[in-house]
């Protein structure tokens, strides 16, 4: 079988590359190794309704997103004016407004009372201690502003990202603004001058961004196949041979162009014949496991003052096994409409290097999260239904030197004319991130043609 294009991968950096390579009239197939669509975007239906249990809304403040929405036609919602909360000190605070930890305003930060009266001490006294160029995020707001806020805000907020650690995290690659800041001069003096947001800083569509996939597939014009494993790739004097299904039953297909659009560790797989250099780069990034419980409630049994939250963040140091929860019911007014009787609420487990926590059955996250809950807000509720989602390896580590890593990949893989890589492993693991490192793939193998 013969193809212009194959793209492997069906998440949301393959279905947009399909998508965008058909629209330019080429014949595209796309393979996925699982039974269903969609990578991390997916629904599933807990207490009769559907709700997303990987990813479940973009930053509006870049135009990736925006645009793909645009495009299908589709009138993306926001979060409701409820307020983030962090677990800090033994008790649910609201989370002030920051950059990745550094406060805009020492006042609400003082007034959130997050950090020790110590710890705001020494914000307040920002060094101007030296960095290095590629320094990791935790590494250079300690070193400007004490550990504390590392420790109690950087590090939750991080974590919610990159179920990473802020120091290991390349500020270069997760945070470019941040490092470039440093640069400047003051921390607090330029994050007091950033303008109050305008507008929505998050979006999704109305019932989640698990409806995403089929949209795109709906409406893309290329042929998919799942449960369809790419087990090989190897060039051919026109183009590309891979290697399809299982190994009992192997079948080759043949394509002009190849556009890998899977994680790191079956990428570098995927290239070990081929571009052995970008291979062995990107069998060094390593993933976080996460695990993602979704609880129904009645709506009865949880506390009015939950309503106002849209979740919580926990730092590490306080210690307790989930490291956040959202309140979708007080965060998506799309979820609460589902059934007003129900509140769905989730919460997440996981860091690098951390799996122990995910080494337990499903049963024991439940229980962990209530107990969680329980002591962070005070929720004592059994829920109607529960669900649990594991994503193994699924969050690439952008560690310190990444940038440069990134760069040596693609020199290696676009010295292969009619061969890119895209994905959550490159230019960054939010939604629209990936959308953009998938419009990048496709026009470097269009330009090579
Ligand atoms: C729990 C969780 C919550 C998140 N929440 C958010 C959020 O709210 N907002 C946000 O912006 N981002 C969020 N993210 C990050 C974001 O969802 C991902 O970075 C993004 O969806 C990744 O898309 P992708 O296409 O690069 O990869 P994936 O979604 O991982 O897709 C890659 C696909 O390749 C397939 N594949 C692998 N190997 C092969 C092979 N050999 N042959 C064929 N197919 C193969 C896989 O099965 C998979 O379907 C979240 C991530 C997780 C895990």
């Known amino acids: 079988m013969e193809r212009d294009v194959v793209v492997v991968g069906g998440g949301v950096a393959g279905l947009v590359a399909a998508r965008d390579l058909a629209a330019t009239g080429r014949d595209v197939l796309l393979l996925e190794s ?9 629904g599933r239906e807990v207490a009769g309704q559907v709700v997303d249990v990987g990813a479940e809304a973009m930053i509006a403040r870049r135009p990736e997103g925006l645009a793909l929405a645009d495009d299908l036609g589709i009138d993306l919602v926001h979060p409701t004016p409820a307020t983030s909360g962090v677990f800090s000190r033994g008790e649910v605070r609201t989370l002030p407004r920051s950059l990745m930890g550094v406060p805009f305003d020492l006042e609400q930060l003082a007034a959130s009372r997050v950090l020790s009266r110590e710890g705001l001490a020494r914000v307040a006294e920002e060094s101007d201690a030296a960095f ?17 806020v590392v420790d109690r805000l950087v590090e939750p907020l991080l974590g ?24 400047r001069g003051s921390l607090l003096e330029q994050a007091a001058a950033i303008p109050a947001a305008s507008g929505p800083v998050f979006a999704t569509l109305p019932g989640g961004m698990g409806r995403l996939p089929a949209l795109l597939v709906g409406t893309g014009g290329f042929e998919t196949r799942t449960s369809a494993t790419v087990r090989a790739l190897r060039r051919t004097p026109t183009g590309w041979a891979l290697t399809v299904g299982p190994t009992t039953a192997a079948e ?44 129904a409630f009645r709506a009865s049994d949880v506390p009015e003052a939950l309503f106002d939250r849209s979740g919580v963040l926990v730092p590490p140091v306080e210690r307790r096994t989930i490291k956040a929860t959202t309140f979708s019911f007080g965060k998506w007014a799309w979820v609460r409409e589902l059934d007003p009787d129900l509140v769905f609420l989730r919460t997440s487990l996981g860091r690098h290097r951390e799996e122990s926590v995910l080494q337990a059955d499903d049963e024991a996250l439940v229980r962990v999260s209530l107990a969680d809950l329980a002591a962070i807000a005070g929720l004592h509720a059994s829920p109607v239904d529960t669900h649990v989602q594991r994503w193994g390896g699924a969050l690439p580590q952008y560690a310190v030197g990444h940038i440069a890593r990134v760069a040596r990949v693609r020199a290696a893989v676009e010295a292969h004319p009619g061969l890119a890589v895209c994905g959550a492993s490159y230019d960054g693991v939010g939604i629209p991130a990936v959308i953009g490192s998938a419009r990048r793939a496709v026009a470097s193998v269009t330009r090579a043609e």
Request: aromatic share 2%.
């Open 34 to 42: 699982s039974p269903e669509l969609g990578g991390k975007l997916r």
């Open 132 to 148: 290095d160029d590629d320094v990791s995020v935790g590494d250079l707001v300690a070193a400007r502003l004490g550990d504390e």
């Open 160 to 183: 919610g990202v990159y179920a990473g650690h802020a120091r290991r995290i390349s500020a270069a690659a997760a945070v470019p603004q941040l490092l470039a800041m440093a640069r």
């Open 252 to 295: 080759t297909v043949e394509a002009g162009v190849v556009v890998l659009a899977t994680p790191a560790a079956p990428t570098a797989r995927l290239l070990a014949e081929v571009a052995p250099e970008a291979a062995s780069v990107l069998a060094g990034v390593e993933a976080a496991s996460v695990a993602v419980v979704t609880l």
